[in-house]
């Protein structure tokens, strides 16, 4: 059984910092591409950063690049994302979202709320 748990959203105030972290479980984790996404109130679901299987090379929003950084831990299973210098229009609902090579498999997380607001 496949399995993304997400963990680590709240409410912070504008300028803070907080961790996301997806624990994955039932899949080869290390031969996934690991991304998260988010969805604000009445708006489409957008990628938010994306980190690929084996090199770990990175890509991210233009609305987050310097200030979130995506990473993962093959050993232990688990990708979060390190959020820094929080604006309230990064406010959401974030999802961890799993990719098989060529994409023919894919898993959602249940998602985890993040308000930015003061």
């Known amino acids: 059984q496949v399995q993304l748990v997400e963990s680590g959203g709240g409410l912070v105030q504008p300028g803070g910092s907080l961790r996301l972290s997806c624990v994955a479980s039932g899949f080869t984790f290390s031969s996934y591409a690991m991304s998260w996404y988010r969805q604000a109130p009445g708006r489409e679901r957008e990628l938010v950063a994306t980190?690929?299987?084996?090199?770990?090379?990175?890509r991210y929003a233009d609305s987050v690049k310097g200030r979130f950084t995506i990473s993962r831990d093959n050993a232990k299973n688990t990708v979060d994302l390190q959020m820094n210098s929080l604006k309230p229009e990064d406010t959401g609902v974030y999802y961890c979202?799993?990719?098989?090579?060529?994409?023919?498999?894919?898993?959602w997380g249940q998602g985890t709320q993040v308000t930015v607001s003061s």
């Open positions: 980190i690929k299987r084996d090199i770990g090379s990175t």
């Open positions: 979202y799993a990719a098989s090579p060529m994409a023919t498999r894919k898993y």
